[in-house]
Protein backbone atom coordinates (compact mmCIF):
# COMPACT_ATOMS: atom_id res chain seq x y z
CA UNK A 1 0.00 0.00 0.00
CA UNK A 2 1.64 3.30 -1.40
CA UNK A 3 2.57 5.98 0.97
CA UNK A 4 -0.89 8.23 1.07
CA UNK A 5 -1.09 12.25 1.03
CA UNK A 6 -4.12 14.15 0.21
CA UNK A 7 -4.43 17.47 -1.12
CA UNK A 8 -6.24 18.29 1.83
CA UNK A 9 -3.97 16.54 4.37
CA UNK A 10 -0.86 18.81 2.36
CA UNK A 11 -2.92 22.52 2.30
CA UNK A 12 -3.22 21.41 6.14
CA UNK A 13 0.48 20.80 6.54
CA UNK A 14 1.41 23.79 5.19
CA UNK A 15 -1.18 26.13 7.32
CA UNK A 16 1.00 24.48 10.07
CA UNK A 17 -2.49 22.89 11.63
CA UNK A 18 -1.23 20.45 14.30
CA UNK A 19 -4.10 17.38 13.59
CA UNK A 20 -2.43 17.85 10.02
CA UNK A 21 0.81 16.63 11.60
CA UNK A 22 -0.70 13.32 13.29
CA UNK A 23 -2.10 12.80 10.04
CA UNK A 24 1.19 12.71 7.99
CA UNK A 25 3.03 10.78 10.71
CA UNK A 26 -0.24 7.67 10.44
CA UNK A 27 0.35 8.05 6.65
CA UNK A 28 3.78 8.02 5.95
CA UNK A 29 5.11 6.10 9.18
CA UNK A 30 4.94 2.18 7.65
CA UNK A 31 5.93 3.24 4.49
CA UNK A 32 9.21 5.37 5.87
CA UNK A 33 10.53 2.26 7.82
CA UNK A 34 10.04 0.09 5.25
CA UNK A 35 12.44 2.52 3.14
CA UNK A 36 14.72 2.51 5.67
CA UNK A 37 14.73 -0.92 6.56
CA UNK A 38 15.58 -2.34 3.22
CA UNK A 39 19.15 -0.11 3.45
CA UNK A 40 20.40 -1.17 6.78
CA UNK A 41 18.24 -4.35 7.99
CA UNK A 42 17.91 -3.06 11.61
CA UNK A 43 14.55 -2.59 12.75
CA UNK A 44 14.32 -0.18 15.79
CA UNK A 45 16.67 1.64 14.08
CA UNK A 46 14.49 1.97 10.76
CA UNK A 47 11.51 2.85 12.93
CA UNK A 48 13.86 5.74 14.57
CA UNK A 49 15.10 6.92 11.64
CA UNK A 50 11.62 6.90 9.93
CA UNK A 51 10.46 9.53 12.81
CA UNK A 52 13.72 11.72 12.99
CA UNK A 53 12.60 12.56 9.19
CA UNK A 54 8.87 13.18 9.51
CA UNK A 55 9.68 14.94 12.47
CA UNK A 56 12.48 17.19 11.08
CA UNK A 57 9.94 18.11 8.38
CA UNK A 58 7.36 19.49 10.88
CA UNK A 59 9.77 21.25 12.51
CA UNK A 60 10.99 23.19 9.96
CA UNK A 61 7.39 24.55 8.83
CA UNK A 62 7.93 24.01 5.41
CA UNK A 63 5.60 24.37 2.25
CA UNK A 64 4.71 22.11 -0.84
CA UNK A 65 3.44 23.21 -4.14
CA UNK A 66 2.80 19.53 -4.92
CA UNK A 67 2.07 16.02 -2.69
CA UNK A 68 5.37 14.55 -4.64
CA UNK A 69 7.63 16.64 -3.32
CA UNK A 70 6.54 16.20 0.13
CA UNK A 71 6.97 12.68 -0.44
CA UNK A 72 10.52 13.28 -2.15
CA UNK A 73 11.66 15.23 0.81
CA UNK A 74 11.01 12.84 3.48
CA UNK A 75 12.54 9.66 1.50
CA UNK A 76 15.34 11.28 0.71
CA UNK A 77 15.80 12.70 4.38
CA UNK A 78 14.99 9.29 5.44
CA UNK A 79 17.72 8.20 3.01
CA UNK A 80 20.46 10.46 4.60
CA UNK A 81 19.50 9.14 7.86
CA UNK A 82 19.86 5.24 7.07
CA UNK A 83 23.23 6.52 5.18
CA UNK A 84 24.50 8.15 8.37
CA UNK A 85 23.86 5.18 10.57
CA UNK A 86 25.99 3.01 8.27
CA UNK A 87 28.62 5.11 7.87
CA UNK A 88 28.78 5.46 11.93
CA UNK A 89 28.56 1.55 12.04
CA UNK A 90 31.60 0.88 9.65
CA UNK A 91 28.60 -1.17 7.15
CA UNK A 92 29.45 0.63 3.79
CA UNK A 93 30.99 -2.12 1.90
CA UNK A 94 30.98 -2.17 -1.49
CA UNK A 95 27.72 -4.62 -1.91
CA UNK A 96 25.61 -2.63 0.33
CA UNK A 97 26.67 1.01 -0.99
CA UNK A 98 25.72 -0.73 -4.72
CA UNK A 99 22.15 -1.54 -2.98
CA UNK A 100 21.74 2.05 -1.41
CA UNK A 101 22.27 3.64 -4.81
CA UNK A 102 19.91 1.36 -6.74
CA UNK A 103 17.20 1.95 -4.35
CA UNK A 104 14.47 4.87 -5.77
CA UNK A 105 13.74 7.77 -3.67
CA UNK A 106 9.80 7.12 -4.61
CA UNK A 107 7.10 5.28 -2.58
CA UNK A 108 7.80 1.65 -2.14
CA UNK A 109 4.56 0.01 -2.95
CA UNK A 110 5.10 -2.76 -0.64
CA UNK A 111 4.26 -1.39 3.37
CA UNK A 112 4.66 -4.32 5.65
CA UNK A 113 2.16 -3.89 8.16
CA UNK A 114 4.34 -5.00 10.64
CA UNK A 115 5.74 -2.10 11.41
CA UNK A 116 2.49 0.54 11.40
CA UNK A 117 1.91 2.45 13.88
CA UNK A 118 4.43 -0.36 16.21
CA UNK A 119 5.72 2.19 18.68
CA UNK A 120 2.63 4.23 19.63
CA UNK A 121 0.86 0.70 20.26
CA UNK A 122 4.06 -0.31 22.78
CA UNK A 123 3.63 3.17 24.85
CA UNK A 124 -0.25 3.16 24.95
CA UNK A 125 -0.38 -0.01 26.24
CA UNK A 126 2.34 0.90 28.57
CA UNK A 127 0.27 3.35 29.87
CA UNK A 128 -2.83 1.28 29.91
CA UNK A 129 -1.14 -0.96 32.30
CA UNK A 130 -0.70 1.58 34.58
CA UNK A 131 -3.57 2.44 35.62
CA UNK A 132 -6.34 1.13 37.58
CA UNK A 133 -8.12 -2.32 36.43
CA UNK A 134 -11.40 -0.70 35.76
CA UNK A 135 -10.03 2.75 34.72
CA UNK A 136 -8.29 0.60 32.02
CA UNK A 137 -10.81 -1.41 30.84
CA UNK A 138 -13.03 1.90 30.40
CA UNK A 139 -9.91 3.38 28.39
CA UNK A 140 -9.58 0.15 26.29
CA UNK A 141 -13.59 0.25 25.99
CA UNK A 142 -13.74 3.53 24.63
CA UNK A 143 -11.06 3.18 22.55
CA UNK A 144 -12.93 0.62 20.45
CA UNK A 145 -15.70 2.96 19.60
CA UNK A 146 -17.86 1.31 22.12
CA UNK A 147 -20.70 4.27 24.08
CA UNK A 148 -20.61 4.89 27.68
CA UNK A 149 -24.39 3.08 27.91
CA UNK A 150 -22.25 0.40 26.25
CA UNK A 151 -19.83 0.82 28.36
CA UNK A 152 -21.45 0.89 31.52
CA UNK A 153 -23.61 -2.04 30.20
CA UNK A 154 -20.28 -4.73 29.78
CA UNK A 155 -18.66 -3.86 33.09
CA UNK A 156 -21.42 -3.76 35.10
CA UNK A 157 -21.13 0.05 36.22
CA UNK A 158 -22.97 3.42 35.82
CA UNK A 159 -23.10 5.79 33.58
CA UNK A 160 -21.43 8.02 35.63
CA UNK A 161 -18.54 6.24 36.77
CA UNK A 162 -17.95 5.60 32.97
CA UNK A 163 -17.68 8.68 32.60
CA UNK A 164 -15.55 9.56 36.12
CA UNK A 165 -13.25 6.46 34.74
CA UNK A 166 -12.68 7.88 31.45
CA UNK A 167 -11.63 11.49 32.26
CA UNK A 168 -9.44 9.62 35.35
CA UNK A 169 -7.75 7.45 32.56
CA UNK A 170 -7.01 10.47 30.33
CA UNK A 171 -5.37 12.40 32.65
CA UNK A 172 -3.80 10.29 33.51
CA UNK A 173 -2.67 8.38 30.41
CA UNK A 174 -1.83 11.98 29.33
CA UNK A 175 0.58 12.49 31.76
CA UNK A 176 2.39 8.90 31.71
CA UNK A 177 2.51 9.52 27.49
CA UNK A 178 4.17 13.35 27.98
CA UNK A 179 6.67 11.64 30.46
CA UNK A 180 7.59 8.51 28.79
CA UNK A 181 6.93 9.26 25.21
CA UNK A 182 10.52 10.21 24.16
CA UNK A 183 11.52 6.77 25.62
CA UNK A 184 9.82 5.18 22.61
CA UNK A 185 11.28 7.61 20.43
CA UNK A 186 7.77 9.40 19.30
CA UNK A 187 7.29 13.11 19.45
CA UNK A 188 4.36 13.44 22.38
CA UNK A 189 2.16 15.78 20.79
CA UNK A 190 1.58 13.64 17.87
CA UNK A 191 0.58 10.90 20.27
CA UNK A 192 -2.11 12.87 22.21
CA UNK A 193 -3.15 14.07 19.18
CA UNK A 194 -4.04 11.03 17.99
CA UNK A 195 -5.29 9.59 21.43
CA UNK A 196 -7.21 12.06 22.62
CA UNK A 197 -9.00 12.52 19.04
CA UNK A 198 -9.61 9.22 19.29
CA UNK A 199 -11.11 8.91 23.26
CA UNK A 200 -13.25 12.31 22.76
CA UNK A 201 -14.65 11.80 19.33
CA UNK A 202 -14.07 8.44 18.17
Known amino acids: MPMHITNDLLIRLNNNEPAAHAELFKATFADLTVFVYRMIDNEDESEDIAISAITKLLGKKLTFSAIEQLKAYLYISARNGALNYLRAAQKDDPFRKQLQDDLP ?57 VYTQKSKGISRLREFIEQNGGKYGIPVIIILLMILCKLYFG
Open 105 to 161: IAEDPGINKKYEMDHMRKLIEAGLNKLEKQCAAVIRLTMQNMAPDEIAKTLNISPNQ
